[in-house]
C-alpha cells in the first residue's frame, strides 16, 4: 500500500516572529525554518507503518518554494522513500494547495493521505479536510491512533468532550494531532543516505491546477500587548486583590 | 443576503458555541438562519430557534446524521447553500472538521478562527499562535468562515424563529462513527467558563490535579492544562489549552505550575485576568499575568484553597 504525506515548510515552532513594519506579513528572512511539527508527526507515522509492514510505498510531497527541498530530505531521513516538490514561487492558500495535492494523488494513487492537522504558521486547519472533499475520500481528522486493516483506517481522533473513534473505508485522508506518536530524529547515517533518494521537481501548470490566491491579505498587525508583570507576595495578597482590585471572585 | 450558520450540538441540546457563532453571523448583515443536522435533534432545533436573531431554524432529521460526520453535515450543507452569502461555523473541533470540506466543495476559501468582522468580505483573524493578526478580504462569491467563540459574545436569548425541516442527502457510507469516549465532569466547560485553573508540568503527576479541583470546587472553576501536562498523561487531551487545544478567555484564568510557552498563552492570553503561580520567578508565563505569585505550588495552592475557605 502507497502512502503519501504532504509536508510544509514553515518557521520553527521556537521563533517568536515579529510582524513587518510596514504591516505587510510576518518577517521570515534569515528565521529559522522547520517541517510542520503537525506534518512531522505524519512522516513519523508513515515511517511506524511501513515498519510494520502496513505501508510498501511512502511518498512526501511538498508545495512551494525551491527551499521546500530541504524539508522533503528531513522527511526522506526520518524514512520517506522518495518525494515530489510542486515548486511555485507563488503565496499558496489552502484550497490551492489542496487542489495540486489531489493532482499529485491523481498521478499517485496513493490508499491513505497522512498530514499535519493545521500548520503553525496560517494556523487555517484546512488542507486535510480540502483535499478529502476534492477527492469524494473520507476524513478521519485529529488523530491520536491509527489503526490500517481490512481495507479500513479505524482511528481514534482528539474531539473537544474526549475522543471519538471513526472507522473510514480507504482510500482516506487523515490528520494527525498531538499524541498519535513522537517524531524521531534523522540519524546521521540516515541523512547521508536521504540525499541520494529520489526528489522530483513539478510546476503547478504542469498538474494543470489554478493556485491564483482568494483570500487578500490587507494588513498584519501586532496584537495588542498585554500589561502584565504584577506581582504579589502571598497568598492573603492575592486573595484581597482578586477581591478587592479586580473583582473578580467573591 | 442571508447567512447559515451550522450549529454544534449533541442532539437534545444546543452546545454554547452555536450562540456566539450567531452573534459573528450577526454583524455580516442579513438574515440568519440556522441549521441542527442530527438524529432526533427536536431539542437543539427547538433551541436554536429561541436564540435573538435567528430568523429561521433548518432541522434536518436523519438516521445518518446521528454521528455528525463531517462527510455527511458537510453534503448537506452544500445541497442547500445556494441561497446564502456566508456559511459560519464555530472554530471548534467540530466547526474546524466539517466547514473546509463544505468550502472545497464550493470550491471557495475558508476563513479560519476569526476574531473580528471587518466587513461582510473582510475579517481580522490570529496567526502564527494569535503573535500577528491579519485582516484579511475573500474574493469568493460565497464565505465560508469559522469563529473564535472567545471573540464573539453568546447571542441572547428571546427568539422565536420557525423551524423548518430539510432533506439530508444519503449517507456518504464510508466513514462510521464507532464511538466515543467522552471526559465526564460536573464542573463548567472550559470554553465558556468564568473561571478557569490550569495545571502544567510543575504538578509532576496527574494525581496532583486532585489539589486543582479542590480549588476549583471553591471557584465553580473549569480545569485546563498545558500541552506538557497532556502529553504527560497526567490529565485526558481535551484539558488542552493553547495554539492547538482549546481557546479560552474567562474572567480569571489561574495558571499553575506552567511555565508559558508561547502555544500555551494562544489559548488563554485574551483572559480578563491572569494569575500565574510557579516557582521560577523567570517563567515567561509572568510577563502576561496580572498577579504572579512566586513559589511552591504544592504549598500555595492548599493555601490558596484555604484561604478562599
Known sequence: MKLLVPVKRVVDFNVKVRVKTDGSGVDTANVKMSMNPFDEIAVEEAVRLKEKGVATELVAVSCGIAACQETLRTALAIGIDRAILVETDAELQPLAVAKLLKAIVDKEAPQLVILGKQAIDDDSNQTGQMLAALLGWPQATFASKVDIADGKATVKREIDGGLETVAVTLPAVVTTDLRLNEPRYATLPNIMKAKKKPLDVVKPDALGVDVSPRLTTLKVVEPPKRKGGGKVADVKELVAKLRGEAKVIS | ?309
Open chain 2, 1 to 309: 443576503m442571508s447567512i447559515l450558520v451550522v450549529a454544534e450540538h449533541d442532539h437534545a441540546a444546543l452546545k454554547s458555541a452555536t450562540a456566539h457563532a450567531v452573534t459573528a453571523a450577526a454583524k455580516l448583515g442579513g438574515d440568519v438562519h440556522v441549521l441542527v443536522a442530527g438524529h432526533n435533534a427536536r431539542g437543539a432545533a427547538d433551541a436554536a430557534a429561541k436564540i435573538a436573531g435567528v430568523a429561521k431554524v433548518l432541522h434536518a432529521d436523519a438516521a445518518q446524521l446521528a454521528g455528525q460526520t463531517a462527510e455527511n453535515v458537510a453534503a448537506l450543507v452544500v445541497g442547500i447553500a445556494a441561497p446564502y452569502s456566508h456559511i459560519v461555523l464555530p472554530a471548534t473541533g467540530y466547526g474546524k472538521n466539517v466547514a473546509p470540506r463544505v468550502a472545497a466543495l464550493l470550491d471557495v476559501a475558508q476563513v479560519s478562527d476569526i476574531i473580528a468582522v471587518e466587513s461582510s468580505d473582510t475579517f481580522v483573524r490570529p496567526i502564527y499562535a494569535g503573535n500577528a493578526f491579519a485582516t484579511v478580504q475573500s474574493k469568493d462569491a460565497k464565505k465560508v468562515i469559522t469563529v473564535r467563540t472567545t471573540a464573539f459574545d453568546s447571542a441572547a436569548a428571546g427568539g422565536q424563529a420557525s423551524v423548518e425541516s430539510v432533506a439530508a442527502p444519503a449517507d456518504f457510507g464510508r466513514a462510521q462513527v464507532l464511538g466515543q469516549e467522552l471526559t465526564k465532569s460536573d464542573r463548567p466547560e472550559l470554553t465558556s467558563a468564568r473561571i478557569v485553573i490550569s495545571g502544567g508540568r510543575g504538578l509532576q503527576k496527574g494525581e496532583n490535579f486532585k489539589m486543582l479541583e479542590a480549588l476549583a470546587d471553591k471557584l465553580n472553576a473549569a480545569i485546563g492544562a498545558s500541552r506538557a501536562a497532556v502529553d504527560a498523561g497526567f490529565v485526558p487531551n481535551d484539558y488542552q489549552v493553547g495554539q492547538t487545544g482549546k481557546i479560552v478567555a474567562p474572567d480569571l484564568y489561574i495558571a499553575i505550575g506552567i511555565s508559558g510557552a508561547i502555544q500555551h498563552l494562544a489559548g488563554m492570553k485574551d483572559s480578563k485576568v491572569i494569575v500565574a503561580i510557579n516557582k521560577d520567578p523567570e517563567a515567561p508565563i509572568f510577563q502576561i499575568a496580572d498577579y504572579g505569585l512566586i513559589g511552591d505550588l504544592f504549598e500555595i495552592v492548599p493555601a490558596l484553597t484555604a484561604e478562599l475557605g
